[in-house]
């Protein structure tokens, strides 16, 4: 059975970094894409970006180049996603979701990031 | 701001048929690009609905269908249900100033 278990919920301040966790298990990790999405509250998806868990290599949304970094270590079938100097209106639910190229297969049930000073 | 426009809301009646559109330009649905769509239960992590043509995962009812046109794509459900109130989504990819992958704005779908 196909699993992707975030972490935990996660308060920071404003200008910090956050790094959300998606451990994935009953599938072959580095056969297929991990993507990130997120839902700012009240509003709809988002999509961040993407890691190749077999190469580590990685497609950002243009939006989040150059503040989010999206990494994998393929011993223990985890993706992070880290988001830096983070602002009030990247309180969101964090989602990472499993699938090919484009399409997201199985999602995990997110990871609620607040910013808030 | 998305590239995939989709109505805020729909509504219908128990039984009824109701579709959703994803409007898109020639850099995304227009390009060939493939629609998949996906339904967010309230309170719930969104889920895989239909992927490319017409495609539904293990367990999802033949209720719900998609066709492709031009540079839109929509999404009919008949036979609305009260477990169908949810929020629908559309996603492509967009060749254009790095997009790669892009979500419509969503649809309430509210049953009478």
């Known amino acids: 059975q196909v699993q992707l278990v975030q972490s935990g919920a996660e308060v920071r301040k404003p200008g910090a970094s956050v790094k959300v966790s998606c451990k994935a298990s009953?599938?072959?990790?580095?056969?297929?894409?991990v993507h990130w999405v997120r839902q700012v509250p009240g509003q709809g998806l988002e999509w961040m970006g993407r890691i190749n868990p077999n190469s580590g290599g990685t497609d950002y949304a243009q939006k989040f180049e150059g503040w989010v970094t999206m990494t994998r270590d393929t011993s223990i079938t985890t993706a992070y996603m880290e988001l830096r100097r983070l602002k009030s209106d990247d309180t969101a639910m964090y989602y990472c979701a499993f699938g090919r190229l484009q399409r997201l297969d199985v999602w995990g049930k997110g990871t609620t990031v607040t910013v808030s000073s | 701001q998305s590239v995939l426009t989709q109505p805020p809301s729909v509504s219908g009646a128990p039984g009824q048929r109701v579709t959703i559109s994803c409007t898109g330009s020639?850099?995304?649905?227009?390009?060939?690009?493939?629609v998949h769509w996906y339904q967010q239960l309230p309170g719930t992590a969104p889920k895989l609905l239909i992927y490319?043509?017409?495609n539904r995962p293990s367990g999802v009812p033949d209720r719900f269908s998609t066709y492709k046109s031009g540079t839109s794509a929509s999404l009919a459900i008949t036979g609305l249900q009260a477990e169908d109130e949810a929020d629908y989504y559309c996603?492509?990819?967009?060749?254009?100033?790095?997009?790669?992958?892009?979500f419509g704005t969503g649809t309430r779908v509210t049953v009478l």
């Open positions: 020639s850099s995304n649905i227009g390009a060939g690009s493939d």
């Open positions: 490319g043509n017409n």
């Open positions: 996603q492509s990819s967009d060749n254009s100033l790095s997009r790669w992958s892009v």
């Open positions: 009953g599938y072959a990790f580095i056969g297929y894409y």
